[in-house]
């Protein structure tokens, strides 16, 4: 880290210790966890607001860019405030912060201060963009206006969601209503879009409802790449009596980690149960069959339960690829 930062993190870290020991010395054994955890604060803000930044004018360059200067729609917020300029003579920038203002103030209630505030600075500074900042209109061409404005909104939409905050208050609704009503957030955001392409197709037109739409799937299938990652990953467990030669196949062979957890069989060959080695790995989509492969060699009747694993922190599988043998 930069020395000026270092110093000035330590100061910090020095004058929130003094408010709490009062007249007690500070010694580096007291100041060194606390300058370590906002080392930690620091770098991930730095972090979220890289990434709130370059949603926001991905977002402004999927607006005007592609959206605004052909008249065209999109769903959430946006939508609502895409839709209302066109009956008003207000401009879209005003309207972004007065469409996701009670969003944010319900994201305050749910979800937490500190997530309300970043989401007012991202919905703000893209108030700023769309007002101030000029983009060229790329092209004239409807389908890749929908695709393409979609695309690069979606981009912005999953980059201020990795980012700690929202640009579309839509999806915080969407969180409220979901554990209101037990219904999915997928759900109930589709039934929001319903209604905004409703009127879309109402005050505009059939056909620019249906290139909304578009726009939609675009910029939705866009924040699951981003926010999901588009590598995906497979939780892995393998339940098997030949436990052992699965874990060595697995460590040795193919260089991956595994975790053992100890199980108990509900059911065995007798009707009683008996102990065995759980094991539980992850690797990638594309690792699978090989993995597949190398249990079947070992045990054709192992037992095992895949599942999508969206994210992944620390470990080993994003830093080797399986090893071939």
Known sequence: MNPFLSKLIVDVARKKLKKTSADKPISKRDIVPLVRI???????AIKEYIFIILGVFSAGFGLKGFLLPNKFIDGGATGISLL?????????????????????????????????????????????????????????????????????????????????????????????????????????????????FSVGAYLLSIETALYAILTYMAAAKTVDFVVDGVEEYVGVTIISNKHEDLRIMLTQKLQRACTIYAGKGGFGSSGESYDKDIIYTVVTRLELARLQTEIDKIDRNAFIIMGIVKDLKGGMIKKKPMKDH
Do not use: C, W
Not at 38 to 44: C, I, K
Not at 103 to 121: D, Y
């Open 38 to 44: 906002l080392q930690v604060e620091f770098t991930h």
């Open 84 to 196: 209302l300029e066109h009956v008003t003579s207000l401009q879209l920038g005003i309207l972004l912060v007065i469409v996701n203002l009670p969003f944010i103030i319900l994201a305050a209630r749910t979800i937490g201060m500190k997530f309300a505030l970043k989401s007012i600075i991202a919905i703000a500074m893209l108030a700023f963009v769309v007002h101030f900042v000029e983009y060229p209109t790329i092209t004239e061409d409807k389908l890749l206006i929908a695709v393409f404005g979609g695309f690069f909104l979606g981009l912005g939409i999953g980059m201020s969601m990795r980012g700690g905050s929202v640009i579309d208050g839509t999806e915080v609704l969407a969180i409220f209503l979901g554990r209101k009503l037990s219904l999915t957030i997928g759900d109930v955001l589709l039934l929001i879009n319903i209604v905004i």
